[in-house]
């Protein structure tokens, strides 16, 4: 539920007295459930709450988000044959110093963005020849990002 709700309590409690929640394709029933507000409290405190104080280490960023498109590291470190730099290189340069955005439930990080400037966006346009993998290229091809999120896990 956190990805959708947060750690609004409200909205938590709301689903649980209703005794269905939908994620995607997945469809969860149980019977309605009337939490102490104590105890779901206690339950919530258990979560990272978003930590603006977090400084942005690129050394610990796990994946890149393109508009919808998440680029793991793994998968944009890769080097071409020859290739002194590679994608991800390229991504943490264009990120510079990025704001914190929020913390992500579902990434289970610490999100920030990089705004893309103009000069920034035709880096990026031409950094895309140094993946190695051809339908990740051709994404990112297709896509006109004007920013970059960055994932920290915690």
């Known amino acids: 539920m956190l990805p959708l709700t947060s750690k609004h309590q409200g909205r938590i409690q709301e689903i649980l007295r209703r005794g269905a929640f939908t994620s995607g394709s997945s469809r969860l029933r149980w019977e309605p459930v009337e939490p102490e507000p104590a105890a779901l409290e206690a339950v919530l405190a258990l979560f990272p709450d978003p930590d603006p104080a977090r400084p942005f280490d690129a050394h610990l960023c796990e994946q890149a988000g393109l508009g919808t498109l998440l680029i793991p590291r793994e998968l944009g ?5 020859f290739e002194k730099q590679s ?10 110093t990025p704001r914190y955005l929020d913390y992500s439930y579902r990434e289970r990080a610490d999100v920030y963005r990089a705004e893309l400037s103009p ?3 035709i ?7 140094l ?13 006109e990002a004007d920013c970059l999120d960055l994932y920290l896990p915690r």
């Not at 994608?87 to 264009?94: K, N, S, T």
């Not at 880096?123 to 020849?129: F, I, K, N």
């Not at 993946?131 to 896509?143: E, G, K, N, V, Y």
């Open 131 to 143: 993946i190695s993998h051809p339908r990740l290229a051709a994404r990112i091809r297709d896509l």
């Open 119 to 121: 000069p920034g966006r």
């Open 87 to 96: 994608f991800w290189d390229v991504l943490m340069e264009l990120a510079g």
């Open 123 to 129: 880096a990026l346009s031409s950094a895309v020849r």
């Open 77 to 81: 470190h890769r080097k071409r044959l």
